[in-house]
């Protein structure tokens, strides 16, 4: 199970990676393989303002759909358009290719209550 340690993680099984006051969002390598084959990415939130825990989009598996919760608040200022035709990178490579979206985020003080990696592998029995 790939678990960078650079990355902050969420209850939901979502990775943040921050880079000033925009985050770089994603489902984890847990989250991924408990889901399987991933068929559809859908965020139809781009360009909004939401708060942390409010759904920004689905992904959606050959056996199931999942909500994608926003682990921060702020804006959604990109999707990864790669997604559109080929959601298989979340399942590939769900740190790099398969990232799903960039928030502007309006609250930093927020990052401190993600997990670390350690505490994600906790959650997840790794």
Same mark, same amino acid.
């Given at each position: 199970?790939?678990?960078?340690?650079?990355?902050? @993680?969420?209850? =939901?099984?979502?990775?943040?990676?921050?880079?000033?006051? %925009? &985050?770089?969002?994603?489902?984890?390598?847990?989250?991924?393989?408990?889901?399987?084959?991933?068929? @559809?990415?859908?965020?139809?939130?781009? =360009?909004?303002?939401?708060? &942390? =825990?409010?759904?920004?989009g689905t992904v959606e598996a050959v056996k199931t759909v999942s909500d994608l919760i926003l682990p921060l608040?702020?804006?959604?200022?990109?999707?990864?358009?790669?997604?559109?035709?080929?959601?298989?990178? %979340?399942?590939?490579?769900?740190?790099?290719?398969?990232?799903?979206?960039?928030?502007?985020?309006?609250?930093?003080?927020? %990052?401190?209550?993600?997990?670390?990696?350690? &505490? @994600?592998k906790e959650l997840i029995g790794a």
């Amino acid at each position: 199970m790939n678990i960078p340690s650079n990355l902050k @993680y969420t209850k =939901d099984h979502e990775w943040v990676k921050m880079d000033g006051d %925009v &985050a770089t969002i994603g489902i984890t390598d847990f989250a991924q393989s408990e889901l399987g084959d991933i068929v @559809y990415v859908e965020v139809e939130t781009l =360009d909004e303002t939401l708060e &942390a =825990d409010e759904i920004f989009g689905t992904v959606e598996a050959v056996k199931t759909v999942s909500d994608l919760i926003l682990p921060l608040s702020g804006e959604i200022i990109e999707f990864n358009e790669t997604l559109e035709d080929e959601p298989e990178k %979340v399942n590939s490579d769900p740190y790099e290719e398969g990232w799903m979206i960039k928030v502007k985020c309006s609250d930093l003080s927020q %990052v401190e209550d993600l997990m670390s990696a350690d &505490a @994600y592998k906790e959650l997840i029995g790794a």
